[in-house]
């Protein structure tokens, strides 16, 4: 079972790195860009250090103070279904 976990927490990051990846380079170039619900749903569903990640390393998002205002609480969210789910599995 943490083969899994592991295995699709690997996917999930990877995907949401690649996902802010390709935003930033749409963003350079002038093209049709990533929706950020996308990019906060990728970090949603477990991509969220990938997210991190990306942003710090690609620059990208960094000076929209309301897009890591809500990747804080995405974060956040993600971080309490991870403690419950540990706790669940403990018993």
Do not use: C
Not at 22 to 35: C, F, H, L, V, Y
């Amino acid at each position: 079972m943490w083969a899994v976990l592991i295995g699709y927490l690997v996917v999930v990051n990877l995907v949401a790195f690649v996902l802010f990846g390709i935003d930033k380079s749409r963003a350079r170039s002038g093209q049709w860009r990533i929706p950020e619900r996308t990019l906060l749903l990728s970090a949603l569903v477990g991509g969220f250090a990938g997210a991190w990640l990306a942003m710090a390393l690609l620059r990208h998002k960094t000076s929209k103070r309301s897009f890591q205002a809500k990747m804080v609480a995405v974060t956040a969210i993600d971080v309490v279904i991870a403690v419950a789910g540990v706790l669940l599995l403990s018993d």
